[in-house]
Every structure is written in structure tokens, then in C-alpha cells.
């Protein structure tokens, strides 16, 4: 390997094989001595061409496609699909399977928070709470297991309601795991707050203020922690959110150690909900019937996923394929502040930075072509992109 | 009168690469390597490796292809490792290991102790700087950085009871001491050591120069095979070294096997529970901890201790 | 400020067994709605396909030998099947089931992937390679 030294700086590039990536991305960091002085990021490593295969399959098929954009957000894409098309076919879904759907959509949140949590302990060098907050996880898993027969991938969602209901009898041990996590969650905020050499860690560590947070546009939990005051399930209440609403989380100081905060306290807030609609399940049935080929129109629709906002445009034309299906991950407004930030830190909080936003890389891969010549947009067949592929990777070795 | 010279050579080369040296010592290292594997993970609430695991990792590694990445001088690639343990083992030569007293004593092999063992850390740099790779770059200006910080203050406090005991002789002092635990009346050195020993080991909280998610494996992330065998069984006889050190000099000397393992067992038993506390330190915190911190409480452990030799004359 | 804020779980991490389940050795009881390996009734079925039509992984073909004398043979392809249990919930005459028991799938070799579901003279007729038949 070739060194890279332009006077007295060289680039290391953390991925796309890193032990800090859980999945491949690359990023280019220059560094002089520890200091970071520029960074650049490529992303598209785990682009599969969902979009375009959505193309070519029928609705119902079209759910488990797009459910594994992701593994750890997998129920909320699936829901935002079900609920972007009952709304294009104007079906109404029972109060019971919208209720059912949100209590599916807070237990994801606490299973990927606790999964974030343990892999930000990880990054920092604390093993130990790594270990711990990830055997924690293992009862939400555990429950959503007992509720729907898997423990990553639910499939819970089916097109007009949900496929599992939550009879009395399971109740009893949702309620005993919440507070066992609950419980927990205290312990872990207390560590987080006080452990002296976790805060060196994070405490101060890639400050964004609120005027930079919204000018980088991002989303969720990273910008709640620095006080943007954004949350879809307060803004734009959707299934059972205006039922069983969220109070909002929000923290100052911006910077690691304020998100981290931030998504400790959601969890109290996800409990909370998750309590409530157990308490309070509406009656109704599962499933409504819903047509096979969903009328003419477009949509979009916007929900809070763990990371942040996603965003959906679906666009039918009359058959019972869809036309145009595209997804907008939270990953990819946020993965901006990552590049923004490291610059000026050291190259050990680059990780740490980057673990901070909560990154997927898989959901974040999209294609997008801007041509700008002409205004006029152009369309691409399969056939096509497949050839430009493989010019482009032919040119480069050339 | 030839005899007993030709058995004492034997003796001596029997003491030298068999036992308690050479193969011994690394057996033993292999050891307390698995020791300290296993309480971190019952630490941490699972299981840890079966007792044979750190063979099984040697075994593999010197079973596979030994990479050589292009542009490195191979010399130096492949006797690095071999230069390492061997100062490692040399370390071990004037050191009561399990409580057998040592034959090759002569005065300054204190000095000669803590140096070999430097040799193993500079070895690990010059490793690192030596491959071309970027992440060995960094792991290796880490190293040495972090060789700079902690190595002082290490060497001071060993040194205190050498002081007290006005030899630069590990036997002599052993002798002097006769026993008495130095850890009660100069507690200040004993936890400095104790902290440098575990920068010396690279142990977490001071991993940095070869911390996973930001640099792979440090300066050793080229090394495969054969070097990274040598490298590995070095740092087992370095932790074994390093703990036989501090409570042969601390906890009163080792007499016997069995006071052997208890002490240096229960020093480890402390520096597992630390690694298992702490959170990784970044370098530049790790420099300035013991450029302000360490160096500070050791002088300050000297000014006492001459102060107290002054007044007993 | 404290410097060792997991103490407490660290020390009665001594007391406490660990937690790891050693997997062989130790199997805990599955949950009821496990979604493990598909399983059919051809009592029931009437031949209308939905299963085949909404599987997202093309894993199951409807064999129909004779349409009016019920007489059908499910392919299941469970190589390519990815336990979504979609089938189970198109089907309206609740022929299929994915069992909690079998889900240890893992074979050696691919040719055991395959299953063919149905009357035994049935399928021995499709094994057998006679094409005259449609499927979904």
C-alpha cells in the first residue's frame, strides 16, 4: 500500500473493511499528526436497486421488498408502505391494527436504540457496557418474538392491518420485560452521565448548535439533541399516534453526550406509550380487505423512524404493480454533519462521531441522477443501468 | 573440577530454555493470558474461552502463510518479532519466576529488567513504523508516544524500593527486604506501578496505540502468522514478567510456587477489574494523565522517601 | 464524577451465572408463533393460487393435476423462502401453517431443499416428470 503524504498530512480511510463500520461505507479522513483537517465520504456500497425492483412486483410482494431496505428499521418501512397505500386505495384500517402497528413501531425503537447504545459503548473503548446493554436487548427481542415469531424482521404488517394480534395472555410478559428494561435503562442513563471516563469520551465531542443543526438538515434523534424541535409523531401524527401521543425529548448542548441523552429518554417515552396501549387497546378487527389493484394516484408520507424522518413517495398508475415507489432514509440527512463535524477533532472521536448519528448504511443507498443540461428528467431502464455499470467500472480499471 | 563446570553450563542452559526460562515462561504466559481473558468475560456476564485457547491461537498462527506487504525492509519484518520476544524472555532471566531463585543475578539487572522490556514496546513500533500501511503508522506513533508517557513514571516507581534498599540488585533487594510488604509503607509508588504496568501491557484503558474501531490492530495490522505468533507469545511473557515484577518488588518477594501464584494472581485479578471499568482513553488524554498525574505522585513518593532516608541517617 | 460507575454490575457479574445459552447443548422452548418451515393441508385447498401469486420469493408452485377432483401438489421451495408468512394469511381456507418446531433448516447438500406437499400418488406423479399438467 502506498503511503499518501502531502506535506506534512496523509489520508487514512476508515472503510469499506473497518472494524468500526458495522456496514461498508468509506470515508477519507486527512489527517496531520491526530487532527482531522478534511474528511469526504462515499457511500453506494450496499446499493441493491430495491427501488427498481419494486417496479416489478405486485403490492403485497412490494412489503417484503421494501421491509428489508433495513434489518433494525424494517417494521416502520413496512408500515409506512401499508400506510401510504391504504391511504391511495382510501381504506380505512381498524383502530385496533393502527394501535397494534404503533406498539410493533415503539419496540423497534427500543431494540434499536439498545443495539445503538451497545455499539456506541463499543466504539468508545467500554466493552462492559457494550456486553451488558446488549444482553438488556435481548428481552425486547425476546417479546417481540413471543408477539410475532421472529426476533429481527417481524413481518407484523400486512397490506389493510396487521398479521398478529396481542391477546391477554401475552400481555403479562410484555409488561414484566418493559419494566425489567425500564429498570435498566435508569442504571445505563446513570452511567452515561457520571462514568468520568466516558465523558471525557463524549463530553464537548462534535458540537452542532441549533442554527448548524437545522442549516445541515438533520433529523431525529441528532438533532433533538441540539434543540430542534422535531418529531413526526408530534408534528404529523399518523396510525395511532394522535391516540397514544409522545411528549418530545429534546436536549441543548449538542453535542455527543446530549445524544446519547436524548435517545436514553426516548426510550422512557417509548415505554410509557407502550404501557398505555396495552392498558387501552381499542377493539376491532385485524385486517381489512383491500384491493388488488389500487387506483390511480400518488402520495407521500412521512414518518419517525428510530434515526429520523422517512419519507416515502409512491406513485400508482391504476395496475397492480406500482409505478414509482421512492424512499428518503433518515441516514443520509444526517451523514452531512458527520463530515462537517470531524473536522478539527481527533481521529479517535471520528468514529465516535459517526456512531452519534446512528448510521445505516443500508438503508441509506439511493440512486439519483441530476442531469443538468437540459431540465428534462430522464428514465432509465434496467437494462441500461446495468450497462453503465459496468462502462464505468471498466473505465476505472483501464 | 571439569565436571562440575560442565553440569553447572548445563544447569545454567537447562535454567536458560527449559525451565524456569525459556519454554516454561512461555507456557506460563500463554497462561495467565487465558486467566485474564476469562474473569474479563465473567466480568462482563458470559463465558470466555476454554483453557487451551491462547495454544489453539499460537498453534493456528504459526500454521499460516506469513504475509510480507510490499515495500517493507524484510529483514526487519521478520526479526523484529523474533528481537521482541526475545528481550521479553531475557526480561524473565533475573526474576524469581515461581519462586525459583534466580542464577543470573549481577548487580543492575534491575535496570537491565526494565529495559529489556521496553525493547519488547520499541520493537512493537518499529513494527509498525516499518510497514507502510496507514493504520500501522498511526498505531505505531501511538505506541512510542505512549512509550514516552508512561515509561518514566513506571521506571521510578520500580525503582523506589530500590532506593530503600540502596541496590540496583532484585536479589539484594529481595534480601533487604526479607519479607515486609513495601506496598503499606510506600503505597503511592504501588499504585503508580500498578497503573503503568497496565500502560505497559497496552491493556484497556490504555489500548489506544492499538484501539479496534479506529486503527484495526495498531502497529501490528500487517503482521500475520509467524510474526504475529511471536508478537502475541511476547505479551503473555510480558504480563507475566511485569506482575512478577511488581510483587516481587512490592508484596514482599516470592519464596515459594504457591506464594508465587497467589500474588501475582491477585495483582490480576485488580488489573482485570480496571480493564473491565474503564473506558478507552484517547492518546492525548493518556499523555497528559501521566505527564501530569503520574509523574507528579511518583516524584512525589521519591521526595518522601528521601526525606525519610535523610532523617533515619 | 465517579470513575467506576458499573461496579455494581461487575461484582454481582461474579455472583450470578453468565447468561449465554450454549446453544447445542441447551435449546429453549420455542415460542408459539414461531414462523419455521411451511407446512400444508391439501384437505382444504381449492386451487386458487393466492399463495403462490403473493409470495414475495416465488417459493411455492400450485401443481394442479385435475382442478375439479382437487387434486393439487405444492411445491414449496424453502431455499427461497423467507418465512414471511404471507402464505398463511392469503390463504382463506387456512391450509397453511409455518410450524414452531422445525426451524433448525440447515442442510449439506441443496437437492433436500425442495419439498413436494400432497396426496402420495400425486406427487409421486410429479416426481415422476409428467408435464401435462399447469401450475401457478
Given amino acids: ?101 404503533v406498539l410493533f413501531a415503539e419496540l423497534e425503537r427500543i431494540h434499536s436504540h439498545m443495539l445503538w447504545f451497545g455499539v456506541t459503548a463499543h466504539e468508545a473503548g467500554f466493552d462492559t457496557l457494550f ?42 410478559s410484555i409488561l414484566d420485560g418493559i419494566n425489567f428494561l425500564e429498570e435498566r435503562t435508569h442504571y445505563y442513563l446513570e452511567v452515561v452521565s457520571t462514568d468520568a ?40 401524527p399518523y396510525a395511532a399516534y394522535d391516540q397514544f401521543p409522545i411528549q418530545i425529548t429534546l436536549d441543548d448542548s449538542g453535542d455527543l453526550k446530549a ?140 | 573440577m571439569e565436571s562440575t563446570i560442565i553440569s553447572n553450563e548445563l544447569r545454567n542452559l537447562f535454567s536458560l530454555v527449559v525451565f524456569p526460562g525459556g519454554c516454561f515462561l512461555i507456557l506460563l504466559g500463554l497462561s495467565y493470558e487465558w486467566v485474564d481473558r476469562k474473569l474479563l468475560a465473567r466480568f462482563q456476564n458470559r463465558i470466555g474461552p476454554r483453557w487451551f485457547q491462547p495454544f489453539a491461537d499460537i498453534m493456528k498462527l504459526l500454521s499460516k502463510e506469513e504475509v510480507i506487504p510490499d515495500g517493507v525492509d524484510r529483514r526487519l519484518f521478520i526479526g523484529l518479532p523474533i528481537v521482541a520476544l526475545t528481550g521479553a524472555l531475557t526480561a524473565g532471566l533475573y526474576l524469581p519466576i515461581l519462586g525459583v531463585k534466580t542464577t543470573f543475578s549481577f548487580p543492575g539487572d534491575l535496570i537491565v529488567t526494565l529495559y529489556m522490556l521496553s525493547l519488547l514496546t ?51 533487594i529481595i534480601a533487604y527486604t526479607d ?9 503511592i509508588g504501588f499504585l503508580v506501578a500498578m497503573i503503568a504496568l497496565m500502560g505497559k501491557l497496552e491493556l484497556p484503558p490504555f489500548d489506544a496505540p492499538e484501539a479496534e474501531t479506529e486503527i484495526v490492530a495498531g502497529a501490528l495490522t500487517e503482521y500475520s502468522g509467524r510474526g504475529l505468533a511471536l508478537f502475541r507469545l ?30 501475582t494472581l491477585a495483582l490480576l485479578l485488580i488489573i482485570v477489574v480496571l480493564q473491565a471499568l474503564l473506558t478507552r482513553l484517547r492518546i492525548d488524554q493518556t499523555v497528559g494523565l501521566w505527564w501530569r498525574y503520574g509523574s507528579l505522585l511518583v516524584l512525589l513518593q521519591w521526595l518522601i522517601l528521601i526525606l525519610l532516608q535523610g532523617s533515619a541517617t | ?79 427461497r423462502c423467507t418465512f414471511c408468512a404471507q402464505c398463511v394469511f392469503s390463504c382463506r381456507q387456512d391450509c397453511l401453517s409455518m410450524s414452531n418446531v422445525d426451524w433448525e433448516l440447515a442442510v449439506t447438500e441443496r437437492s433436500g431443499l425442495i419439498c413436494h406437499y400432497g396426496e402420495k400418488k400425486d406427487v409421486e406423479e410429479v416426481l415422476a416428470g409428467n408435464l401435462t399438467h399447469d401450475s401457478v
Fill in chain 1, 1 to 101: 500500500m502506498e503511503e499518501h503524504k502531502t506535506a506534512q498530512s496523509f489520508t487514512v480511510p476508515i472503510g469499506p473493511q473497518h472494524p468500526a463500520l458495522k456496514e461498508p461505507s468509506h470515508f477519507r479522513i486527512t489527517v496531520d499528526g491526530e487532527i482531522v483537517k478534511d474528511a469526504y465520504v462515499r457511500l453506494g456500497y450496499a446499493h441493491r436497486g430495491i427501488e427498481k425492483a419494486t417496479e416489478s412486483r405486485t403490492w403485497t410482494q412490494n412489503l417484503y421488498m421494501l421491509e428489508r431496505i433495513c434489518g433494525i428499521c424494517s417494521h416502520i418501512h413496512g408500515m409506512t408502505y401499508c400506510l401510504a397505500v391504504e391511504r391511495l386505495a382510501q381504506v380505512q384500517v381498524s383502530a385496533r391494527a393502527q394501535a397494534i402497528r
Fill in chain 1, 131 to 172: 456486553m451488558y446493554s446488549w444482553r438488556d436487548r435481548e428481552t425486547v427481542m425476546d417479546i417481540l418474538e413471543e408477539l410475532s415469531g421472529n426476533r429481527v424482521n417481524y413481518s407484523a404488517n400486512i397490506l389493510g392491518g396487521v398479521k398478529f394480534d396481542v391477546d391477554e395472555s401475552r400481555v403479562e
Fill in chain 1, 197 to 236: 471516563l466516558f465523558l471525557q469520551r463524549t463530553h464537548e465531542i462534535g458540537t452542532m448548535n441549533r442554527r448548524e443543526a437545522e442549516v445541515l438538515g438533520t433529523v431525529g434523534p441528532t438533532a433533538r439533541a441540539s434543540g430542534v424541535n422535531r418529531d413526526i409523531r408530534i408534528e404529523a
Fill in chain 1, 259 to 398: 445524544r446519547v441523552l436524548v435517545r436514553l429518554r426516548e426510550l422512557f417515552e417509548s415505554y410509557r406509550v407502550i404501557r398505555q396501549i396495552l392498558k387501552n387497546l381499542p377493539s376491532g378487527d385485524l385486517t381489512v380487505r383491500m384491493p388488488r389493484r389500487i387506483q390511480q394516484g400518488e402520495t407521500v408520507l412521512r414518518v419517525e423512524a428510530p434515526r429520523g424522518e422517512l419519507f416515502y413517495f409512491i406513485r400508482s398508475n391504476g395496475s397492480d404493480t406500482p409505478d414509482r415507489i421512492k424512499v428518503r432514509t433518515p441516514t443520509i440527512c444526517n451523514m452531512m454533519s458527520v463530515i462537517k463535524l470531524a473536522v478539527g477533532h481527533q481521529l479517535a472521536d471520528v468514529p465516535m462521531i459517526l456512531a452519534g448519528i446512528d448510521p445505516c448504511f443500508s438503508c441509506n443507498d439511493r440512486m439519483v441522477m441530476i442531469n443538468q443540461s437540459n431540465k428534462t428528467s430522464h428514465r432509465w431502464r434496467w437494462e441500461e443501468l446495468r450497462q453503465h455499470g459496468i462502462n464505468y467500472y471498466q473505465q476505472r480499471t483501464a
Fill in chain 2, 122 to 172: 520499541l520493537c512493537m513500533g518499529l513494527a509498525g513504523a516499518n510497514t507502510l500501511d496507514r493504520f500501522s503508522l498511526i498505531g505505531a506513533s501511538r505506541t512510542l508516544t505512549q512509550l514516552f508517557s508512561y515509561e518514566s513514571p513506571f521506571l521510578l516507581a520500580l525503582l523506589g524500593p530500590a532506593l530503600f534498599s540502596n541496590s540496583w540488585q532484585i536479589s539484594e
Fill in chain 2, 179 to 187: 519479607g515486609r510488604w513495601l506496598m503499606l509503607t510506600q503505597p
Fill in chain 2, 234 to 263: 511476547g505479551k503473555g511473557v510480558e504480563l507475566v514478567i511485569g506482575l512478577t515484577l511488581v510483587s516481587t518488588l512490592y508484596l514482599g518477594g516470592i519464596a515459594n510456587p504457591l506464594t508465587f501464584f497467589l500474588k
Fill in chain 3, 1 to 79: 464524577m465517579r470513575f467506576a460507575a458499573m461496579i455494581g454490575d461487575i461484582t454481582s457479574a461474579l455472583i450470578h451465572r453468565p447468561v449465554t445459552e450454549q446453544y447445542p447443548f441447551e435449546r429453549r422452548e420455542t415460542p408459539e408463533r414461531l414462523r419455521g418451515i411451511l407446512h400444508w393441508d391439501p384437505e382444504k385447498c381449492i386451487g386458487c393460487g393466492l399463495c403462490a401469486k403473493d409470495c414475495p420469493a416465488g417459493a411455492i408452485e400450485l401443481i394442479v393435476l385435475d382442478k375439479k377432483a382437487k387434486r393439487f401438489v405444492l411445491r414449496y421451495h424453502s431455499d
